[in-house]
């Protein structure tokens, strides 16, 4: 198995609505497609893990990756995994806001961090997601 992390911008407006539609076809086709991971949306950015078969994952973020929805994809993590930690759920779901950041990570949504060190920010960017895991 493998887990992907990445983070995008929405290059148009996403609604409660138009993010509740995303869900309901992202969580058909995970299920089917055996993938499991979480999605976090803050102010027009998105931090996603994709964890399962290796086929299944590429298969699925090359969709996601030509989506015209969002742009500027940038995988933080790409590596392979013995279990999964977001087992519970096909796609779980978060809106969060600037105020319930947790402390002590480097922004992921704003990208301020030197691309350089995107290798070292996969483990960062799972802590980061398990973080909302128990609230989700
Ligand atoms: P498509 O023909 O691409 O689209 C099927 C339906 O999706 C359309 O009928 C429409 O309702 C909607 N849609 C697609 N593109 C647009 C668009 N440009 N504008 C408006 N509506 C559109 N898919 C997954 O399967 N699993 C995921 O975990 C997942 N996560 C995503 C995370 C993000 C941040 C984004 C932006 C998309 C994600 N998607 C995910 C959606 C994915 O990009 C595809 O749209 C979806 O998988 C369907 O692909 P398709 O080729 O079968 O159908």
Known sequence: MIRLVYVSAATVPFTDATLAQLL???????TRAGITGMLLYRDGDFLQVLEGE????????????RDSRHARTLVLDDSA??????????MGFRRVSREEMPQGFVDFFDRRFDPE????????????????????
Request: aromatic share 10%; proline share 0%; glycine share 4%.
């Open 24 to 30: 309901l076809i992202s969580r058909e086709n995970n």
């Open 117 to 136: 060190t995107v290798a070292q920010r996969g483990g960062e960017a799972i802590t980061f997601l398990r973080s909302f895991r128990a609230i989700a």
């Open 54 to 65: 290796e086929h299944a994952v590429r298969e699925t973020f090359r969709r996601i990756a």
């Open 81 to 90: 995994i013995s279990e999964r930690e977001f087992s519970d759920w096909s």
